[in-house]
């Protein structure tokens, strides 16, 4: 990952032009869209997000796509009936390819949604990852056994140096040869700067970066003789309280030189053999586009199949045990997630954002999977034959998912102005009667009995005038269990607005399936007992799990209200896209 990478200095004019290019295919969409801007010239929008009491006609969802060069998100966007937007304030869905700003985040209005959180390099980075998930590891030694042994050089040198030197003299004591190690750069990705060692002497500090040492897979699980890796991907829509899925297709990306008996030292710099990275296996000539069950870079059903046909169980019980290590990883950031973003926008429940996460997965001899590193901007080019299938379903999932048709700006200020009503009702009926005032600002307010007719009436006109402008939800995918329900998209207050967003992904979850919160409660308390912990590891200062909470009332000149250290609490984070 390269600091120096963000996303305003990509080269935003030419993907501009690109999708001006793909506009004219978008014209369909976009005919009588009244969110589609009028400008393409930001300097002639108002700062104010979308005005819809302005705009009559039938309203679309849109995808703001200016600041990514995958032309694959435009397309998922317009194949679910997204309009692509050039508009820097008024949009529904925003993709970059860089970190999301705090700045961008006070500017997002609570119908708008942006594909990364704040502070997701706890997760992302090396040195981050190792640290938080080395201490859970201590923690819990077996649970957390999916994380290799990992040292942050920087910090954990010595230690380093000590653990290595008493393994191999314990090892030597039993005629075994030293223990491998590999040596990674903490902010560079694709293999870069990545080799292999035995002898701790052999590591060699780097003046450009800090670097981690991980212990090395010695016997990962071959296919046909070679190494290979899973890119599985995982998605969150929600940091606080967490909701998680993961989805059941993926890449396997194969070595393209054979394993052999493993690590030595006339082979230890051979990295097609040790390294299964897309991006350094394809410059080999061996490396082989063969589709999805052949070839460098298959699909990770492929791979749990094949493994099922040799009698291992690969789609059961080895895909359980990767969607347990995926949450348990998560969960270990949790906590930090929900306080950084919570310090962004502390009326939110952390809907504003979501994030695609890459998961690097190996498996050893015994059919143990491990967490290698976890990417935040997996990567979405599309240059094999595999990559065209795989992403387009993957991006098009995601945003069924975020059900864009519910982020209809104008039901959010009616809601709004509902909610403010039936506050001012209560207040004046409580204060005559002394009673309690109903909790209103972070959920659905309980209507008093008194005020509904009245409300009811007013919100009724609105309703009807408004369901001429509500586009029908995006098809549900093929696979989709039962059809949907209305009440996540519709305008109806859902009794319990769980539920009801529960219900919906229910029936859009396509290829995801969800693993937080988990459905039996054998796994909800192993999961609360992580999720404890890594709270008070974290020594966050959490308050208790929130409820969902749809409506989040806050606005921009809220946010920008709080202090400045509080706004840069995010800043600096830098991603790089990788396979
Ligand atoms: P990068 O960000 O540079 O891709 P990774 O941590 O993903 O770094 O490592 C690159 C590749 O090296 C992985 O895809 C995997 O094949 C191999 N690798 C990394 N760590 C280990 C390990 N601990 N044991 C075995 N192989 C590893």
Not at 165 to 178: E, K, L, S, T, V
Not at 433 to 448: D, E, F, R, V
Not at 542 to 557: C, L, S, V, W
Request: charged share 25%.
């Amino acid at each position: 990952m390269t600091r120096d990478m963000h996303f305003n200095s990509l080269p935003v004019s030419k993907y501009s032009t690109m999708i001006s290019a793909k506009r004219s295919s978008s014209t369909i969409f976009a005919a009588g869209n009244a969110a589609t801007p009028r400008h393409t010239d930001p300097s002639k929008q108002t700062a104010t997000p979308t005005s819809p009491s302005a705009r009559k006609g039938k309203w679309t969802p849109t995808i703001q796509v200016e600041n990514t060069k995958h032309s694959v998100v435009l397309r998922a966007g317009e194949g679910i009936g997204l309009s692509a937007t050039t508009s820097p304030t008024d949009w529904t869905i925003q993709w970059q390819d860089g970190v999301v700003t705090v700045d961008q985040l006070l500017h997002m209005r609570p119908w708008q949604r942006i594909n990364h959180f704040p502070a997701m390099h706890h997760l992302c980075h090396k040195d981050y990852l190792a640290r938080n998930l080395t201490k859970m590891r201590n923690e819990f030694p077996r649970e957390y056994a999916f994380w290799p042994r990992t040292w942050c050089m920087r910090t954990d040198a010595v230690a380093f140096k000590a653990y290595a030197g008493a393994r191999a003299r314990a090892r030597a004591a039993r005629g075994r040869p030293p223990r491998w190690y590999i040596a990674k750069p903490d902010s560079k990705s694709r293999g870069i700067g990545i080799y292999l060692f035995s002898d701790p002497a052999e590591f060699q500090t780097n003046p450009e970066y800090e670097m981690v040492v991980q212990q090395y897979i010695e016997r990962p699980l071959l296919i046909e003789g070679y190494k290979f890796d899973m890119r599985v991907y995982a998605l969150i829509t929600q940091c606080d309280p967490l909701r998680l899925f993961v989805y059941k297709e993926g890449l396997a990306r194969f070595a393209t030189e054979p394993y052999g008996t493993g690590p030595a030292l006339d082979n230890q710099s051979q990295i097609c053999m040790h390294l299964t990275n897309y991006s350094v296996n394809k410059r080999s000539t061996k490396f082989v586009d063969g589709g999805a069950d052949g070839g460098s870079k298959r699909t990770l059903t492929w791979a749990l199949e094949y493994l099922d046909s040799l009698g291992h169980d690969g789609s059961g019980a080895i895909w359980t045990s990767i969607k347990d290590i995926i949450a348990k990883s998560i969960l270990t950031v949790q906590p930090e997630l929900a306080r950084v973003f919570r310090t962004c926008a502390p009326n939110g429940d952390g809907s504003l954002c979501f994030e695609l996460l890459g998961f690097d997965v190996i498996l050893d001899h015994k059919l143990r999977p491990f967490v290698l590193e976890i990417n935040h901007s997996p990567s979405l080019s599309c240059e094999t034959a595999v990559d065209h299938k795989l992403k387009q379903g993957l991006l098009e999932n995601i945003f069924r998912l975020l059900n864009p048709t519910s982020l209809n700006p104008r039901k959010w200020m009616r809601r709004d102005r509902k909610q403010a009503k039936q506050r001012l009702y209560a207040s004046s009926s409580t204060s005559a009667t002394a009673a309690p005032p109903p909790a209103a600002a972070n959920g659905p307010a309980s209507k008093p009995a008194a005020a509904a007719p009245i409300l009811a009436d007013n919100d009724a006109d609105l309703d009807s005038a408004d369901e001429a402008d509500e586009p029908s939800p995006p098809p549900a995918p093929r696979d989709a269990p039962s059809p949907a329900p209305a009440a996540a998209t519709d305008d109806s207050a859902p009794s319990d607005p769980l539920d009801a967003a529960t219900a919906y992904e229910t029936a859009h979850l396509g290829l995801f399936e969800r693993v937080y919160p988990p459905s039996d409660p054998a796994t909800a308390a192993r999961y609360t007992t992580y999720l404890t912990t890594a709270q008070s590891l974290r020594g966050c200062d959490i308050e208790p799990a929130r409820t969902f909470a749809p409506e989040r009332g806050e606005t921009a000149a809220d946010a920008a209200g709080r202090p400045a250290a509080a706004r840069g609490a995010a800043a600096g984070d830098v991603v790089d896209e990788r396979e």
